[in-house]
Protein backbone atom coordinates (compact mmCIF):
# COMPACT_ATOMS: atom_id res chain seq x y z
CA UNK A 1 0.00 0.00 0.00
CA UNK A 2 1.54 3.07 -0.85
CA UNK A 3 1.83 6.40 0.86
CA UNK A 4 -1.13 8.69 0.22
CA UNK A 5 0.03 12.48 -0.03
CA UNK A 6 -2.55 14.07 -2.55
CA UNK A 7 -5.98 12.54 -3.29
CA UNK A 8 -8.92 14.35 -5.94
CA UNK A 9 -12.58 14.49 -5.23
CA UNK A 10 -15.20 14.99 -7.87
CA UNK A 11 -19.01 15.81 -8.30
CA UNK A 12 -20.80 14.52 -11.10
CA UNK A 13 -23.88 13.58 -12.71
CA UNK A 14 -26.88 15.90 -11.87
CA UNK A 15 -26.48 17.86 -8.84
CA UNK A 16 -28.67 17.37 -5.36
CA UNK A 17 -28.13 18.36 -1.83
CA UNK A 18 -25.59 17.33 0.48
CA UNK A 19 -22.52 17.40 -2.13
CA UNK A 20 -21.29 20.46 -0.63
CA UNK A 21 -21.10 18.78 2.72
CA UNK A 22 -19.42 15.48 1.31
CA UNK A 23 -16.66 17.88 0.12
CA UNK A 24 -16.33 19.57 3.55
CA UNK A 25 -16.53 15.86 5.48
CA UNK A 26 -13.70 14.93 2.71
CA UNK A 27 -11.53 18.07 3.07
CA UNK A 28 -11.82 17.93 7.47
CA UNK A 29 -10.70 14.08 7.77
CA UNK A 30 -8.45 14.19 4.79
CA UNK A 31 -6.51 17.29 5.48
CA UNK A 32 -7.07 17.18 9.22
CA UNK A 33 -6.58 13.91 10.55
CA UNK A 34 -4.74 12.09 8.14
CA UNK A 35 -2.52 15.39 6.96
CA UNK A 36 -2.96 14.93 3.31
CA UNK A 37 -3.65 17.67 -0.04
CA UNK A 38 -7.27 17.37 -0.90
CA UNK A 39 -7.61 18.99 -4.83
CA UNK A 40 -11.27 19.68 -5.95
CA UNK A 41 -11.56 18.82 -9.76
CA UNK A 42 -14.25 20.97 -11.26
CA UNK A 43 -17.39 19.84 -13.08
CA UNK A 44 -16.67 15.94 -13.27
CA UNK A 45 -14.58 14.67 -15.29
CA UNK A 46 -14.34 17.35 -17.62
CA UNK A 47 -11.59 19.42 -15.25
CA UNK A 48 -9.18 16.08 -15.74
CA UNK A 49 -9.86 16.44 -19.24
CA UNK A 50 -8.31 19.67 -19.29
CA UNK A 51 -4.82 21.33 -19.92
CA UNK A 52 -3.58 22.00 -17.19
CA UNK A 53 -6.09 20.26 -15.21
CA UNK A 54 -8.89 22.52 -13.51
CA UNK A 55 -8.63 22.36 -9.68
CA UNK A 56 -9.32 24.03 -6.42
CA UNK A 57 -7.52 23.47 -3.67
CA UNK A 58 -9.75 22.51 -0.92
CA UNK A 59 -8.20 24.18 2.64
CA UNK A 60 -9.60 22.88 6.40
CA UNK A 61 -9.95 26.59 7.08
CA UNK A 62 -12.38 27.63 4.39
CA UNK A 63 -14.72 24.73 3.88
CA UNK A 64 -16.89 25.02 6.99
CA UNK A 65 -19.30 27.09 5.08
CA UNK A 66 -19.95 24.17 2.38
CA UNK A 67 -21.98 21.89 5.21
CA UNK A 68 -25.30 23.99 4.45
CA UNK A 69 -24.45 25.48 1.05
CA UNK A 70 -26.46 23.46 -1.95
CA UNK A 71 -25.45 22.54 -5.28
CA UNK A 72 -21.75 21.38 -5.79
CA UNK A 73 -18.83 24.39 -5.70
CA UNK A 74 -16.67 22.10 -7.83
CA UNK A 75 -19.56 21.93 -10.49
CA UNK A 76 -20.62 18.75 -12.44
CA UNK A 77 -22.30 17.50 -15.29
CA UNK A 78 -24.54 14.96 -16.74
CA UNK A 79 -23.47 15.21 -20.16
CA UNK A 80 -20.04 14.19 -21.82
CA UNK A 81 -19.39 10.75 -21.61
CA UNK A 82 -15.83 10.76 -21.50
CA UNK A 83 -15.53 7.12 -23.60
CA UNK A 84 -17.93 9.03 -26.32
CA UNK A 85 -17.60 12.45 -26.30
CA UNK A 86 -19.66 14.83 -27.82
CA UNK A 87 -17.29 17.22 -30.35
CA UNK A 88 -19.30 20.37 -31.61
CA UNK A 89 -18.99 18.93 -35.37
CA UNK A 90 -21.20 16.08 -33.81
CA UNK A 91 -19.17 13.36 -33.94
CA UNK A 92 -17.89 11.48 -30.49
CA UNK A 93 -14.18 10.70 -29.27
CA UNK A 94 -13.04 8.52 -27.24
CA UNK A 95 -11.37 10.88 -24.12
CA UNK A 96 -10.19 8.40 -21.86
CA UNK A 97 -6.74 8.38 -21.75
CA UNK A 98 -7.03 12.22 -21.09
CA UNK A 99 -8.49 12.32 -18.00
CA UNK A 100 -6.29 8.90 -16.74
CA UNK A 101 -3.25 11.16 -17.82
CA UNK A 102 -5.07 14.31 -16.13
CA UNK A 103 -5.09 12.16 -12.93
CA UNK A 104 -1.71 11.43 -12.70
CA UNK A 105 -0.39 14.86 -13.78
CA UNK A 106 -2.05 15.88 -10.83
CA UNK A 107 -0.36 13.18 -8.30
CA UNK A 108 -3.26 11.75 -6.92
CA UNK A 109 -2.94 9.05 -4.89
CA UNK A 110 -6.51 8.44 -4.94
CA UNK A 111 -9.88 9.51 -6.55
CA UNK A 112 -13.27 10.28 -4.50
CA UNK A 113 -16.23 10.00 -6.92
CA UNK A 114 -19.26 11.44 -5.67
CA UNK A 115 -22.39 10.08 -8.26
CA UNK A 116 -25.52 8.04 -9.10
CA UNK A 117 -25.16 4.77 -11.06
CA UNK A 118 -24.25 6.09 -14.23
CA UNK A 119 -21.25 8.24 -13.29
CA UNK A 120 -20.22 5.63 -10.98
CA UNK A 121 -20.03 3.02 -13.81
CA UNK A 122 -17.95 5.72 -15.63
CA UNK A 123 -15.19 6.21 -13.20
CA UNK A 124 -15.35 2.67 -12.70
CA UNK A 125 -14.51 1.87 -16.41
CA UNK A 126 -11.79 4.56 -16.38
CA UNK A 127 -10.38 3.30 -12.91
CA UNK A 128 -9.71 -0.09 -14.25
CA UNK A 129 -8.10 1.50 -17.54
CA UNK A 130 -6.05 3.69 -16.16
CA UNK A 131 -4.92 2.07 -12.58
CA UNK A 132 -6.56 5.03 -11.18
CA UNK A 133 -7.69 3.95 -7.22
CA UNK A 134 -11.38 5.14 -7.01
CA UNK A 135 -13.45 5.24 -4.10
CA UNK A 136 -17.55 5.74 -4.82
CA UNK A 137 -20.08 7.75 -3.00
CA UNK A 138 -23.68 7.19 -4.00
CA UNK A 139 -25.72 10.92 -4.18
CA UNK A 140 -28.84 11.11 -6.82
CA UNK A 141 -32.41 12.46 -5.37
CA UNK A 142 -33.84 9.15 -7.14
CA UNK A 143 -32.75 7.14 -4.33
CA UNK A 144 -32.15 3.89 -7.17
CA UNK A 145 -28.72 2.67 -6.20
CA UNK A 146 -30.16 -0.22 -4.94
CA UNK A 147 -27.48 -1.82 -2.12
CA UNK A 148 -27.41 1.40 -0.63
CA UNK A 149 -30.57 2.17 1.90
CA UNK A 150 -30.02 5.98 1.43
CA UNK A 151 -28.18 8.09 -1.32
CA UNK A 152 -27.37 11.94 -0.73
CA UNK A 153 -29.74 14.53 -1.79
CA UNK A 154 -32.68 12.09 -1.77
CA UNK A 155 -34.05 13.03 1.59
CA UNK A 156 -33.71 16.86 0.54
CA UNK A 157 -36.20 16.40 -2.30
CA UNK A 158 -38.63 14.33 -0.34
CA UNK A 159 -38.73 17.57 2.04
CA UNK A 160 -39.01 19.92 -0.53
CA UNK A 161 -41.70 17.70 -2.35
CA UNK A 162 -43.28 17.67 0.86
CA UNK A 163 -43.45 20.72 2.21
CA UNK A 164 -44.61 22.08 -1.60
CA UNK A 165 -48.06 19.60 -0.60
CA UNK A 166 -48.64 21.01 2.47
CA UNK A 167 -48.39 24.70 1.12
CA UNK A 168 -50.99 22.91 -1.97
CA UNK A 169 -53.69 21.18 0.64
CA UNK A 170 -54.39 24.90 1.40
CA UNK A 171 -54.83 26.40 -1.80
CA UNK A 172 -56.56 23.29 -3.22
CA UNK A 173 -59.29 23.30 -0.25
CA UNK A 174 -59.59 26.81 -0.44
CA UNK A 175 -60.55 26.89 -4.42
CA UNK A 176 -62.44 23.31 -4.41
CA UNK A 177 -59.13 22.57 -6.88
CA UNK A 178 -57.62 19.02 -7.93
CA UNK A 179 -53.76 20.22 -7.84
CA UNK A 180 -51.59 17.23 -10.15
CA UNK A 181 -48.25 18.03 -8.31
CA UNK A 182 -45.29 16.52 -10.76
CA UNK A 183 -41.90 15.38 -9.00
CA UNK A 184 -38.86 13.94 -10.24
CA UNK A 185 -37.30 10.40 -9.92
CA UNK A 186 -36.64 9.17 -13.18
CA UNK A 187 -37.45 5.52 -13.37
CA UNK A 188 -38.06 5.46 -9.92
CA UNK A 189 -41.49 6.50 -8.01
CA UNK A 190 -39.38 6.63 -4.60
CA UNK A 191 -39.65 10.99 -4.17
CA UNK A 192 -43.44 10.63 -5.42
CA UNK A 193 -44.11 7.89 -3.15
CA UNK A 194 -42.17 9.21 0.32
CA UNK A 195 -43.58 12.53 -0.19
CA UNK A 196 -47.00 11.76 -1.06
CA UNK A 197 -47.41 9.44 2.33
CA UNK A 198 -46.02 12.23 4.59
CA UNK A 199 -47.41 15.30 2.48
CA UNK A 200 -51.01 13.63 2.68
CA UNK A 201 -51.57 13.15 -1.08
CA UNK A 202 -54.85 11.46 -2.17
CA UNK A 203 -53.51 10.05 -5.65
CA UNK A 204 -50.14 8.80 -5.68
CA UNK A 205 -49.01 7.48 -9.25
CA UNK A 206 -45.39 5.86 -9.82
CA UNK A 207 -43.86 3.69 -12.31
CA UNK A 208 -44.09 0.85 -10.98
CA UNK A 209 -47.84 0.32 -10.45
CA UNK A 210 -49.50 0.32 -13.70
CA UNK A 211 -52.80 2.61 -12.79
CA UNK A 212 -56.24 2.68 -15.05
CA UNK A 213 -57.23 6.47 -14.89
CA UNK A 214 -61.07 5.38 -14.02
CA UNK A 215 -59.44 4.72 -10.76
CA UNK A 216 -58.14 8.11 -10.05
CA UNK A 217 -61.55 9.60 -10.86
CA UNK A 218 -63.27 7.51 -9.03
CA UNK A 219 -61.13 8.43 -6.06
CA UNK A 220 -61.52 12.24 -6.78
CA UNK A 221 -64.88 12.03 -7.31
CA UNK A 222 -65.69 9.82 -3.52
CA UNK A 223 -63.93 12.80 -2.05
CA UNK A 224 -66.36 15.53 -3.51
CA UNK A 225 -69.48 13.37 -2.21
CA UNK A 226 -67.86 13.02 0.92
CA UNK A 227 -67.37 16.74 1.19
CA UNK A 228 -63.68 16.91 0.44
CA UNK A 229 -63.70 18.82 -2.32
CA UNK A 230 -60.43 19.63 -3.40
CA UNK A 231 -57.69 16.37 -3.94
CA UNK A 232 -54.06 16.48 -4.35
CA UNK A 233 -52.43 14.12 -6.81
CA UNK A 234 -48.72 13.28 -6.96
CA UNK A 235 -47.20 11.68 -10.24
CA UNK A 236 -43.60 11.06 -10.75
CA UNK A 237 -42.25 11.98 -14.08
CA UNK A 238 -41.48 8.59 -15.86
CA UNK A 239 -45.08 7.64 -15.39
CA UNK A 240 -46.73 6.90 -18.75
CA UNK A 241 -49.79 8.05 -20.56
CA UNK A 242 -52.76 5.22 -20.47
CA UNK A 243 -51.26 3.99 -23.63
CA UNK A 244 -48.04 3.23 -22.42
CA UNK A 245 -45.95 6.51 -23.51
CA UNK A 246 -43.60 8.35 -21.45
CA UNK A 247 -43.96 12.31 -21.58
CA UNK A 248 -40.74 14.02 -22.61
CA UNK A 249 -39.32 16.40 -25.05
CA UNK A 250 -36.01 16.49 -26.82
CA UNK A 251 -33.25 18.86 -24.83
CA UNK A 252 -31.43 21.10 -26.25
CA UNK A 253 -28.08 18.56 -26.75
CA UNK A 254 -30.38 15.51 -28.47
CA UNK A 255 -31.07 14.49 -24.59
CA UNK A 256 -34.54 13.10 -23.64
CA UNK A 257 -36.02 15.05 -20.97
CA UNK A 258 -38.96 13.37 -18.67
CA UNK A 259 -41.75 15.97 -17.89
CA UNK A 260 -45.52 16.85 -18.85
CA UNK A 261 -47.56 13.86 -17.52
CA UNK A 262 -48.48 15.63 -15.01
CA UNK A 263 -49.98 18.51 -17.82
CA UNK A 264 -51.82 15.47 -19.43
CA UNK A 265 -53.24 14.33 -16.56
CA UNK A 266 -54.92 17.49 -15.42
CA UNK A 267 -56.69 17.70 -18.68
CA UNK A 268 -57.74 13.96 -18.20
CA UNK A 269 -58.76 14.36 -14.64
CA UNK A 270 -60.72 17.94 -15.49
CA UNK A 271 -62.42 16.56 -18.41
CA UNK A 272 -63.71 13.09 -16.28
CA UNK A 273 -64.70 14.94 -12.93
CA UNK A 274 -65.63 18.33 -13.91
CA UNK A 275 -63.08 19.13 -11.60
CA UNK A 276 -60.74 22.71 -12.21
CA UNK A 277 -57.49 21.42 -12.13
CA UNK A 278 -53.59 22.89 -11.84
CA UNK A 279 -50.65 21.09 -12.51
CA UNK A 280 -47.23 22.28 -10.36
CA UNK A 281 -44.35 20.89 -11.48
CA UNK A 282 -41.54 20.89 -8.96
CA UNK A 283 -38.72 20.35 -11.17
CA UNK A 284 -35.17 21.17 -10.44
CA UNK A 285 -36.44 23.06 -6.64
CA UNK A 286 -35.99 19.25 -5.37
CA UNK A 287 -32.09 19.75 -6.11
CA UNK A 288 -32.03 23.20 -4.93
CA UNK A 289 -30.88 24.57 -1.47
CA UNK A 290 -29.90 23.55 1.91
CA UNK A 291 -29.39 20.23 2.90
CA UNK A 292 -31.71 18.40 5.15
CA UNK A 293 -30.44 16.97 8.28
CA UNK A 294 -30.25 13.92 7.50
CA UNK A 295 -28.50 14.38 4.33
CA UNK A 296 -25.96 16.39 6.07
CA UNK A 297 -25.09 13.30 8.48
CA UNK A 298 -25.05 11.04 5.67
CA UNK A 299 -22.78 13.60 3.71
CA UNK A 300 -20.23 13.33 6.29
CA UNK A 301 -20.72 10.15 7.33
CA UNK A 302 -19.96 8.84 3.98
CA UNK A 303 -17.05 11.51 3.65
CA UNK A 304 -15.26 10.44 6.20
CA UNK A 305 -15.84 6.80 5.77
CA UNK A 306 -14.76 7.11 1.96
CA UNK A 307 -11.54 8.75 3.37
CA UNK A 308 -10.78 5.91 5.91
CA UNK A 309 -11.27 3.30 3.17
CA UNK A 310 -8.05 5.64 1.05
CA UNK A 311 -6.26 5.13 3.99
CA UNK A 312 -6.70 1.70 4.40
CA UNK A 313 -5.72 0.67 0.24
CA UNK A 314 -9.56 -0.22 -0.12
CA UNK A 315 -10.40 0.87 -3.76
CA UNK A 316 -13.12 0.20 -6.12
CA UNK A 317 -15.55 0.05 -3.39
CA UNK A 318 -18.99 2.29 -2.66
CA UNK A 319 -19.56 3.58 0.87
CA UNK A 320 -23.19 2.60 1.53
CA UNK A 321 -25.84 2.95 4.05
CA UNK A 322 -27.44 -0.30 5.38
CA UNK A 323 -29.05 -1.36 8.62
CA UNK A 324 -28.34 1.82 10.88
CA UNK A 325 -24.27 1.77 9.72
CA UNK A 326 -22.02 2.57 6.95
CA UNK A 327 -20.30 -0.58 5.24
CA UNK A 328 -18.52 -0.32 1.66
CA UNK A 329 -19.35 -2.68 -1.03
CA UNK A 330 -17.46 -3.25 -4.37
CA UNK A 331 -18.70 -0.64 -7.08
CA UNK A 332 -19.90 -3.25 -9.81
CA UNK A 333 -22.07 -4.68 -7.53
CA UNK A 334 -23.47 -1.92 -5.83
CA UNK A 335 -24.16 -0.13 -9.40
CA UNK A 336 -25.39 -3.38 -10.81
CA UNK A 337 -28.29 -3.31 -8.40
CA UNK A 338 -31.34 -0.90 -9.60
CA UNK A 339 -33.82 -0.49 -7.10
CA UNK A 340 -36.74 0.52 -7.87
CA UNK A 341 -40.30 1.17 -5.40
CA UNK A 342 -41.35 -2.47 -4.53
CA UNK A 343 -44.81 -2.44 -5.55
CA UNK A 344 -45.66 -4.99 -2.47
CA UNK A 345 -43.15 -3.09 -0.23
CA UNK A 346 -44.04 -1.18 3.32
CA UNK A 347 -44.20 2.05 2.00
CA UNK A 348 -46.88 1.11 -1.16
CA UNK A 349 -48.73 -0.97 1.58
CA UNK A 350 -48.81 1.98 4.04
CA UNK A 351 -50.31 3.99 1.44
CA UNK A 352 -52.74 1.41 0.92
CA UNK A 353 -53.50 1.63 4.15
CA UNK A 354 -54.05 4.94 4.60
CA UNK A 355 -56.50 4.45 1.40
CA UNK A 356 -54.57 6.74 -0.94
CA UNK A 357 -55.50 5.80 -4.51
CA UNK A 358 -52.25 4.25 -6.28
CA UNK A 359 -54.29 3.89 -9.68
CA UNK A 360 -54.70 0.20 -9.85
O1 LIG B 1 -31.31 11.93 -11.81
C1 LIG B 1 -31.63 13.11 -11.17
C2 LIG B 1 -32.63 13.92 -11.96
O2 LIG B 1 -32.97 15.06 -11.19
C3 LIG B 1 -33.90 13.15 -12.35
O3 LIG B 1 -34.78 12.98 -11.29
C4 LIG B 1 -34.38 14.01 -13.49
O4 LIG B 1 -35.15 13.25 -14.40
C5 LIG B 1 -33.12 14.46 -14.15
O5 LIG B 1 -32.09 14.35 -13.18
C6 LIG B 1 -33.15 15.87 -14.67
O6 LIG B 1 -31.94 16.13 -15.31
P1 LIG B 1 -31.51 17.56 -15.85
O7 LIG B 1 -30.85 18.28 -14.71
O8 LIG B 1 -30.57 17.24 -16.95
O9 LIG B 1 -32.73 18.28 -16.31
Known sequence: MGEIKRIGILTSGGDCAGLNAVIRAVTHCAVGIYGWEVLGICKATQGLMSRPPQVMFLEINKVDPLLTM?????????????????????????????????????????????????????????????????????????????????????DTAVNIATEALDRLHFTAASHNRVIIVEVMGRDAGHIALNAGIAGGAHVILIPEIPYNLENVYRHIQKR??????????????????????????????????????????????????????????????????????????????????????????????MVTWQNRQVV????????????VVDPRGTLVKTARGLGICLGD
Open 224 to 317: QTRGQDYSIVVVSEAVCTESGELVQQTGQFGECRLGGIGQYLAEKVAAHTGAETRVTVLGHTQRGGTSSPLDRLLASTFGVAAVDLIAQGKYDQ
Open 328 to 339: SVPIAEAIEDYR
Open 70 to 154: GGTVLGTTNKGDPFAFPLPDGTVRDRSEEIIEGYHKLGLNALIGIGGDGSLAILRRLAQQGGLNLVGIPKTIDNDVGITERSIGF
